[in-house]
């Protein structure tokens, strides 16, 4: 497993990162988005779509649990703050988007994390030393 580092100075400097993250996505991969409560989950979702060429507003499906987004690769964006329990999971049918292609992106993933494959791609958000930044820590299996 490798583990890469990253700090950034603002929501905006997340995002810029989130965009370049997503131009080395070929499709299959499976994102799993981990922090607290307004860590910047949905800004590296909306990063990612917009570098996966989303020209839509990927915005946060708290209450849709999952929304489709067409891009260079189909994006499927999933909040789990929600959901329970992987079982919980399981019966909403979102099990069936680890198999679709495209790019899964998991905000809140530590809920089911024992149900997801170990080739999934952790990222784990944390404030950095100011409001703005934010620590991103990238672990890709090996």
């Known amino acids: 497993m490798s583990i890469e580092s990253i700090l950034t100075s603002s929501p905006s400097a997340t995002e810029s990162w989130a965009r370049e993250f997503a131009a080395t996505l070929v ?32 915005i946060s499906p708290s209450f849709n649990y999952l929304l489709e987004y ?39 993933a530590e809920r089911v994390r024992a149900m997801l494959p170990p080739e999934t791609i952790w990222i784990e958000i944390t404030p950095g030393n100011d409001p703005q930044s934010r620590k991103i820590s990238v672990r890709r299996p090996s």
């Open 70 to 108: 067409r891009g260079r690769l189909q994006l499927f964006h999933a909040d789990l703050y929600r959901i329970e329990s992987a079982d919980t999971f399981r019966a909403l049918g979102l099990d069936e988007y680890l198999d679709r292609g495209g790019v899964l992106l998991i905000e809140w």
């Open 27 to 58: 499709g299959g991969e499976l994102i799993a988005l981990t922090g607290e409560l307004g860590a910047g989950k949905t800004v590296i979702a909306k990063g990612i779509g917009k570098g996966l060429g989303v020209r839509e507003d990927v």
